[in-house]
């Protein structure tokens, strides 16, 4: 799999924003989704909000996912873990993460928005869960995430 990135993102990171990859995302938030992803970052979300994912297990962006530092093209998860409490029941299929800006337009088609989505699984998805079926009221907590560019 692959990750896909928003229009919005890879021209903040080729622009004249000066922000890297880790700069514009660092603070930001992932929501789980059930089903399939949509076929670009920049179209609607799908399927049902099953879990929203930031490192304090809070609903909001003054929680935000933090980044470490990256080495040899790999971008590791910070600290504190990434956590969020399930919101409905459901097999997780894919994840948007939302980037830092909080302005109120980060969901819904854009092609401005700073985000990427990618797919679930417990092996071979872009984000690997322990399980894929999420019950609600539960905490699911990510310990581990990395993002490689290639090099080629």
Request: hydrophobic share 30%; aromatic share 6%; charged share 15%.
């Amino acid at each position: 799999m692959a990750l896909r990135l928003s229009t919005g993102l890879v021209n903040e990171m080729v622009g004249t924003s000066g922000k890297n990859f880790r700069e514009l995302l660092n603070n930001g938030w992932l929501d789980i989704y059930t089903g399939s992803q949509p076929l670009t970052a920049d179209k609607v979300e799908t399927g049902t909000k099953l879990c929203r994912v930031s490192s304090t297990c809070g609903t909001g962006v003054e929680d935000g996912c933090k980044f470490g530092t990256s080495s040899n093209g790999i971008l590791p998860i910070g600290t504190p873990q990434w956590g969020g409490t399930v919101i409905a029941s459901g097999v997780a299929g894919w994840f948007r993460y939302y980037g830092s800006s909080g302005t109120g337009g980060e969901t819904g088609t854009s092609g401005t928005a700073i985000r990427f989505d990618g797919s679930i699984g417990v092996s071979g998805g872009d984000l690997n869960l322990s399980h894929t079926s999420l019950t609600e009221s539960s905490v699911l907590t990510i310990t581990s995430v990395t993002i490689t560019q290639p090099q080629e």
